[in-house]
């Protein structure tokens, strides 16, 4: 008998089958959901899968998607940033202030701005680390501060809580093209926003699967102090994982002040859940150490179909948020049993 046979007939040697490595992705959930919905609204309406309806679903899907990627990365760094919604607004309103009030050049004040988001986010990772608070307290915190700082602020220096007069920006134009313009493809209007969101999942995906980096993610994220011991440098990776997530809050503000011109004060308060939402369905799981970029990008997919195939069909909105929680719910047993069923295969 050769060594290959013994291999052949070893118990403790167990292929695993397509099926079950499939299940094991943490996507595969959301992928099938994602088909699902896409056809219950593709049936039941009939502007769905028109090039503008097609448009409009991928440009709110892709908002969404952006931040439900940067946090899926921190949740599988078993983190939460409960400020991602509101930095958005914030980034956003920054940079309408310092050019319409104050006249600063807008590239000048998009800087600023990120560097404003990304020092809000390290302070927010050093809270966590230093004091060992739950990151769900301090960034509640950091959220209660923004949204009073973007009301009160905004009133104090524009005498109203929204930002006008964009368009009227020295290179308003120039950074529309990168930030809110649109791109013809097969007929539909797709906005610059999806291309942003095609290229941070795809790096996302890049950095957890083939990097050192995304190997430290997922250790800090399932078994921190193990992760220390054996030299993961987990000061350094969950700072950076929250200084992702306000960076992405500037992008996803940047994308929203320069396609429509103007900014609220309360621009993205209360997404924050989404985000979150969108990260669980797409397989991250609330403990961290498990998730995935594009699992989370699905998520954000099936929300934006949802959103606008809910208006499309004519029903009441309202219902969209009793949806979410149903989504977040039937999310988080789908995953459980899967991963029991692939585990015991």
């Known amino acids: 008998m050769t060594t290959t046979d013994l291999i052949t007939?070893?118990?403790r040697v167990r292929r695993t089958s397509p099926l079950v490595a499939a299940l094991r992705r943490p996507e595969v959930g959301a992928a099938v959901a994602a088909v699902a919905?896409?056809?219950?609204?593709?049936i039941v309406t009939d502007s769905f899968l028109t090039p503008a309806g097609?448009?409009?679903?991928?440009?709110s899907a892709s908002l969404f998607g952006i931040m439900a990627v940067a946090v899926a990365l921190l949740m599988i760094g078993d983190e939460f940033d409960l400020s991602a919604g509101a930095m958005t607004g914030t980034t956003g309103l920054m940079v309408g202030v310092f050019t319409t009030q104050w006249g600063l050049n807008v590239w000048v004040a998009m800087l600023v701005a990120l560097a404003v988001a990304l020092a809000i986010g390290a302070v927010n990772g050093i809270m966590v680390m230093r004091t060992g608070l739950p990151?769900?307290?301090v960034t509640l915190a950091t959220f209660f501060i923004l949204q009073g700082i973007n009301l009160a602020g905004t009133k104090m220096i524009t005498g109203q809580v929204a930002i006008q007069g964009m368009t009227q920006v020295p290179f308003f134009d120039t950074v529309k093209t990168f930030f809110g313009s649109s791109i013809a493809v097969f007929g539909i209007n797709l906005k610059v926003s999806v291309i942003w969101w095609i290229v941070i999942t795809a790096i996302a995906t890049w950095i957890l699967l083939r990097t050192r980096v995304g190997n430290w993610i997922f250790a800090v994220g399932g078994a921190q102090t193990s992760a220390r011991q054996v030299g993961v440098p987990v000061f350094r990776t969950k700072i950076?994982?929250?200084m992702t997530t306000a960076g992405a809050g500037w992008l996803v503000g940047m994308l929203q002040l320069f396609d429509v011109g103007t900014v609220q004060a309360t621009t993205g308060v209360g997404q924050e859940f989404i985000y979150i939402i969108c990260a669980v369905v797409g397989g991250c799981l609330l403990t961290g150490g498990y998730g995935s970029a594009i699992g989370a990008a699905i998520g954000a997919l099936i929300y934006g179909m949802t959103n606008q195939g809910v208006i499309f069909a004519g029903w009441d909105n309202n219902w969209l948020m009793t949806f979410l929680g149903a989504m977040l719910l039937a999310a988080v047993l789908v995953n459980l049993y899967i991963r029991k069923r692939a585990g015991a295969r």
Request: glycine residues 10%.
């Open 54 to 59: 097609i448009g409009t679903w991928l440009y």
């Open 9 to 11: 007939i070893d118990e």
């Open 37 to 42: 919905i896409f056809l219950f609204f593709s």
């Open 135 to 137: 990151s769900f307290i």
């Open 240 to 242: 950076g994982l929250f």
